[in-house]
């Protein structure tokens, strides 16, 4: 009886085996079978190794930031399969992989820059490698505001300068707003970086950078970028309205927050409208630009709204309360989600942070910037914040102020939490 039921132990152990080996081998089967294009096509040699993958698995930190199944590929599958099982105790104990955020600056932004940036480093969790593209005479004053602020390690900061294409360089400069059109060229410019979260310098961020850098763990296998809809109300649309070119969905999508898997960017080819033939991030921008220039109104972002609409499988879209604009409440409030959990990201396009029209963003404009770090964050910016907010009830945002500082007190508790375990 004893050796039957050795026997059948062992027997057990065997299919047990046998089973955890089928698995891992159906597993390799698809990152093998991701390693190819649409349509068959191998995907660049050295972009796997010259090897065939056999030195690939050096540096296994980004699996952290994709599921298996949306592997870069130039990370091991197998290796990528396992970690994926740890992955959640592994970024408790170790917050340390970067999220980069990108900026373009010219003209007086300046100021407006810097308080963005500063936004950032108040809440954020996991540090932050900062990549900001100005005009060479900004840099110095870059450099002279950054070194001094005591973020204590938990960021890094590149300068750049303003850089087009050379044979198109005036006309992209121009385009809208002064070099407002460089973040279509961030996925050929920043080579080395896998993904990036791209702002505008007139925005604000309430709570960690790392939650809606965590977006990119939410992309499906197709979707290569995220942004959220221009307006939430068909009615007060500007594209559904008035736009003379192809636009994503129903009311457009805002470009001012931007998170791209810059990899997939760079690899992906593109349908459009101009020919039969699919083209890369660099092959498609200049002819979208020559047949479009004369119809578009909102520059670079409209050309966006052109690639995505040819391409919506492409685009993850996020709620509106992580790019919200004084549309979302200057003619009655029309983004549900920040009603229920408050605002994430605050967007203050036309010039709300510098003029009296839209005194709640200019509230919280100023009491980001006028923050001194290490001061406490709910006597020395939330407590005078709404009081300030309380000043604007006059006004249609004035009276939703309460949205304003939801998250923001959710923010400081949470951060409150951190300091007190010592993270």
């Known amino acids: 009886m004893m050796m039957v039921m050795r026997r059948l132990g062992r027997v057990a152990l065997l299919c047990l085996g046998c089973g955890v080996c089928s698995l891992l081998y159906g597993f390799s089967q698809l990152a093998l079978s991701l390693e190819q294009e649409p349509g068959g096509r191998q995907r660049d040699p050295a972009a796997a190794g010259r090897s065939g993958g056999a030195g690939r698995c050096k540096n296994l930190s980004v699996s ?70 100005a005009e060479d005479q900004l840099h110095e004053s870059f450099k002279d505001i950054l070194d001094d602020l005591p973020y204590e390690g938990k960021i890094n900061y590149t300068l750049y300068p303003i850089t087009f294409p050379t044979e198109s360089a005036t006309e992209w400069k121009k385009l809208f707003k002064p070099c407002a059109s460089q973040r279509l060229f961030l996925p050929l410019i920043l080579k080395n970086v896998d993904s990036l979260l791209y702002v505008d310098t007139d925005i604000l961020f309430l709570r960690p950078v790392d939650d809606i850098w965590s977006f990119l763990r939410k992309f499906n296998s197709t979707q290569i970028a995220a942004m959220a809809p221009e307006h939430e109300e068909p ?82 879209v996020f709620p509106c309360q992580w790019n919200y604009r004084p549309d979302h409440c200057i003619y009655g409030s029309n983004c549900k989600e920040a009603e229920e959990e408050g605002i994430f990201i605050l967007h203050g396009n036309r010039g709300v942070y510098h003029d009296d029209k839209q005194p709640t963003f200019r509230a919280v404009y100023e009491a980001i910037k006028n923050y001194t770090f290490g001061d406490d964050l709910v006597h020395s910016l939330l407590r005078p914040l709404e009081l300030e907010l309380q000043k604007t009830m006059h006004t249609y945002c004035g009276r939703v102020y309460k949205v304003f500082i939801k998250q923001l007190k959710k923010s400081i508790r949470d951060l409150s939490v951190r300091r007190s375990k010592g993270r």
């Open 64 to 133: 952290f930031w994709n599921s298996y199944w949306m592997l870069p590929s130039d990370v091991c599958g197998m290796n990528c399969f396992w970690e994926a099982a740890f992955r959640y105790d592994y970024m408790k104990e170790h917050p340390s992989e970067k999220m980069h955020l990108a900026v373009v600056a010219c003209g007086e932004r300046l100021e407006e820059t810097v308080t963005m940036l500063r936004s950032a480093i108040i809440f954020s969790i996991k540090p932050l490698q900062f990549h900001i593209f």
């Open 235 to 316: 009615r007060i649309g500007w594209y559904n309205r008035f736009a003379r070119h192809p636009y994503y969905g129903v009311t457009g999508i805002n470009s001012g927050v931007m998170l791209m898997n810059m990899t997939r960017i760079r690899r992906k080819y593109f349908k459009n409208d101009m020919t039969t033939v699919r083209l890369q991030w660099g092959e498609i921008l200049m002819p979208l630009l020559k047949k479009y220039k004369l119809n578009i109104t909102w520059g670079d972002q409209d050309l966006l709204n052109i690639m995505f609409f040819h391409n919506p499988e492409s685009l993850y």
